[in-house]
């Protein structure tokens, strides 16, 4: 960043350095020399954070890079001002919570800003880094805001060069090398977080060369980057198109894999199996790739304009399913017609099993009944001779066309009874019937006249047709019926997801509803019942439908349910083995911490108190009053204050256990706080400030609770307040409740650490690890919400901590209560 800074110098540009954190190394903080600095505070020598209750050391003397002085940056208004760690928390006061923020405000203000971060840093990788590194990033940038940025450059040096610079003392002081050198500056970790980098960055790279494509109009084929693009039909050759475009995609450094499948805009596109598609989406994902569903009418259109808005290199595609016959009698299908229009895109056609297999008439069986599969041969020949009766008992009162368009009505009719089959038979006999009946010479065929033979066949091919079109409108009504009757099904499904009934009892229940079965229930064997459906889920169990058994139609529809069922399952095990994980974690944490107060907390108060009481008894020493005073106030400070330690520990145990009994009633704080006071080690009377506490109502408290309340928190302020700034302690009512404000002056506490300071054996800040077990701040919180109030921190003004305790107003006619806390 100090490099760009001196090349945009020398062209003239008029560069500020607002904020630098040199670290302490020489070499850096030379780089500063020629360039103009906002002000003396804001370039630093040290990497450490301004003095908080946070979990970093603090700052020595030297500088403070957190120091950024924002107005004077908007004042100066240079060309282009250059501040050094962009994910930065800005110190309590100031104007944004985030150095981030500060660029956003003085970007909007028209300065241009150069600045600097690393990848761990950035939202979307910081739990990625902390995996591999095993140390919490910290501050993050939200990704947006980085890529906004005009020009982003990757800063790359090989792992071992870095450690090597390590090595040499160039990063850190040499004593903190060789501890970095074993963990964080490991070259594993550093290769990771390397490539994370790269691919960031390329991806980075990879959408501003879209934009630009879009912006500029290019459709062509730009080969940065090898994407297949492999289409789905809804097949059973899909499996294998899939693992041929994986096995493309890898080839290639970064290859990226797309599977896409065309949907009719009707939702009729033959031969799509909605099982077969949901299983090939999972193998592409298990795969690495990305699966897509567009609409379209022209299916090799739509193919390559998704194709091409991919930037696609590659298009997989299989060989047709259709036979010779039908390829002659149709054109060439989907794959010849997206190789001819497909440019600068190469177009694999892969062979399969399937090829070639295909039917070139519908099967009836999928759509039709069996009464009708029966009744439609048979229409096709009876029909024709009725109507052949009928007309010759009404013979002049119409002419050959009106009698022709009548057998075209009958063809018609047999269609919509038998389909396409039986309706070419009603054809041929049609025709031979109007041409022996009703054609000149009557009663005989005639084939003398060229135009006989020719009106004969050209009625054949009229009616056969539009028995075709009929029979096709009617087979797309019915499949558009059934495809809209899953459709709901589904929604109805997918709806009572997402209001939140996705448990296993509530989705059997939908189940059964759905499809009017006596009972569904999950078995972990296959039943032998040849009344009831059955699923298997893939996870050792099976859905079974008793009381019914589903058509082949029904199960497709099932077999969704099965999914949704499958991952409530799973979801309901994870959940019981996270839960499960959880309760023996945190009482691993609670055993830990345990043991570490018994361990040196409760030991330090004892082993004062015994030190002074035997010396007391021994028989070697004679002590004087005064010394024997003083031993007797040690003892007498060390089993208050070991009595003290013990009654946390017990109260945050009832806590949690749910064992501690309240006894709410008015409660007026005149009288708590001064005895909370009183309990307290050392003279308070100068370091603690009452103010308001007369004129606040009573409370509905229990008051030795509150008392402990109060205690805790003046104590944690006391501890963190600086000589000669005395903490404040006042009350105040608003709408229905009070509030009592405990005000220090000390460092602050970062928005980060506002929750975890009230985790149980926390000492955020603390340099005293004597002063307690870390349990106050927890156990005033628990004991203000078992009270039904709330503690939270809030920021004082000009530096510092208010702890805001909220309880509900006592009035007149409030009654003493006793509430156990596990009501």
């Known amino acids: ?151 982003i450059v990757l800063v790359d040096v090989d792992p071992e060069e870095l450690r090597r610079r390590m090595a040499h003392g160039n990063i850190h002081p040499p004593e903190r090398v060789d501890a970095a050198l074993a963990s964080r500056f490991r070259p594993g970790n550093l290769t990771a977080l390397r490539e994370l980098a790269l691919l960031w960055v390329a991806d980075q790279v990879d959408d501003a060369l879209r934009k630009y494509r879009a912006d500029h109009g290019i459709d062509g084929v730009w080969e940065a980057r090898e994407r297949v693009v492999v289409g789905l039909t809804g097949g059973p050759e899909g499996d294998t198109l899939v693992r041929r475009a994986g096995r493309i995609a890898a080839r290639s450094a970064h290859g990226e894999l797309s599977a896409v499948h065309v949907a009719r805009g009707d939702g009729l596109a033959a031969g799509a199996s909605a099982v077969a598609l949901a299983r090939q989406r999972r193998l592409v994902e298990s795969l690495g790739g990305s699966y897509h569903t567009v609409v379209g009418e022209d299916v090799p259109s739509a193919l390559l304009d998704f194709a091409r808005a991919g930037n696609a290199t590659q298009l997989i595609l299989g060989t047709s399913r259709r036979s010779r016959l039908e390829r002659f009698l149709t054109g060439r299908g989907i794959g010849e017609t997206t190789v001819a229009l497909s440019g600068g895109i190469d177009v694999h056609m892969v062979t399969h099993e399937r090829a070639g297999r295909g039917r070139l008439l519908p099967s009836r069986r999928r759509t039709l009944p069996l009464p009708r599969r029966a009744a439609g041969p048979l229409a096709g020949i009876v029909l024709p001779f009725l109507l052949t009766l009928l007309l010759d008992r009404t013979r002049g009162s119409l002419d050959l066309s009106g009698e022709a368009l009548l057998f075209l009505v009958t063809v018609v009719g047999v269609a919509c009874i038998g389909g396409i089959g039986p309706a070419l038979v009603a054809a041929v006999s ?166 570490a107060a018994v361990s040196h907390d409760l030991r330090t108060p004892l082993a004062a108190g015994w030190a002074a009481v035997a010396s007391l008894r021994s028989p070697d020493v004679d002590f004087t009053a005064e010394e024997r005073d003083e031993l007797l106030a040690t003892a007498d400070e060390s089993m208050a204050r070991l009595s003290r330690l013990v009654e946390n520990l017990l109260d945050m145990s009832r806590l949690q256990a749910g064992a501690l009994t309240l006894d709410l009633r008015p409660t007026a704080w005149e009288e708590v706080v001064p005895a909370a006071l009183d309990g307290l080690p050392g003279d308070t009377s100068r ?68 929750e975890s300071v009230f985790e149980p054996f926390q000492r955020l800040g603390d340099t005293d690890n004597t002063t307690g077990v870390g349990l106050g701040l927890a156990l005033a919180r628990g004991l203000t919400e078992a009270m039904g109030g709330t503690l939270a921190p809030e920021d004082t003004r000009g530096g510092g901590l208010t702890m805001v305790v909220t309880l509900p107003c006592a009035d007149s006619r409030t009654r003493a209560v006793t509430v156990p806390t596990d009501s």
């Open 430 to 595: 049609a025709s031979l019937l109007l041409h022996y009946w009703f054609v000149p010479p009557l009663g005989e065929f005639s084939f003398e006249a060229s135009g006989s033979v020719l009106s004969l066949g050209v009625f054949v091919v009229v009616a056969g047709a539009l028995a075709a079109v009929v029979d096709r409108s009617l087979r797309l009504s019915r499949r558009a019926s059934s495809a809209t009757a899953e459709a709901e099904t589904l929604s109805a499904l997918a709806g009572s997801v997402v209001r939140g009934a996705h448990t296993v009892p509530e989705l059997l229940a939908r189940t059964r509803e759905t499809f009017a079965a006596h009972a569904a229930e999950l078995t972990d064997r296959p039943v032998d019942d040849p009344a009831a459906s059955q699923v298997a889920l893939g996870n050792g169990s099976f859905l079974v439908l008793r009381g019914r058994t589903l058509p082949a139609a029904d199960r497709r529809v099932l077999t969704a349910y099965a999914a949704h069922l499958r991952a409530a399952v799973e979801r309901a095990r994870l959940a019981e083995t996270a839960a499960e994980a959880e309760t023996a974690k945190a009482a691993d944490r609670m055993r830990t911490a345990l043991l």
């Open 1 to 151: 960043m100090l490099d760009e800074g001196h090349r945009r110098a020398a062209r003239g540009t008029d560069v500020v350095v607002g904020v630098a954190d040199c670290r302490g190394r020489p070499h850096t903080e030379a780089l500063l020399d020629g360039l103009e600095r906002l002000g003396d505070a804001a370039v630093g020598s040290s990497g450490h954070r301004s003095p908080s209750r946070g979990a970093g050391p603090q700052r020595p003397p030297g500088g403070d890079p957190g120091g950024f002085d924002l107005e004077a940056a908007l004042r100066r208004r240079p060309g282009l001002l250059l501040v050094d760690d962009l994910a930065r928390t800005n110190p309590p006061g100031s104007r944004n919570a985030h150095r981030w923020q500060d660029v956003e405000d003085l970007l909007a203000a028209g300065v241009d800003v150069l600045t600097a971060l690393d990848v761990q840093h950035l939202e979307s990788l910081s739990d990625v880094v902390e995996a591999i590194t095993d140390v919490p990033p910290g501050d993050t940038v939200p990704d947006g805001f980085v890529r906004r940025a005009d020009q």
């Open 687 to 754: 370091r603690v400030a009452l103010h308001g506490l007369e004129e606040a109502p009573p409370v509905l408290a229990d008051a030795p609770l509150l008392e402990r309340v109060v205690a805790n928190l003046v104590a944690n302020a006391l501890r963190h307040s600086p000589p000669g700034h005395p903490v404040l302690v006042g009350a105040s009512a608003l709408a229905g409740r009070v509030e009592l404000r405990v005000v220090d002056r000390g460092p602050g506490l970062p928005p980060a650490d506002r």
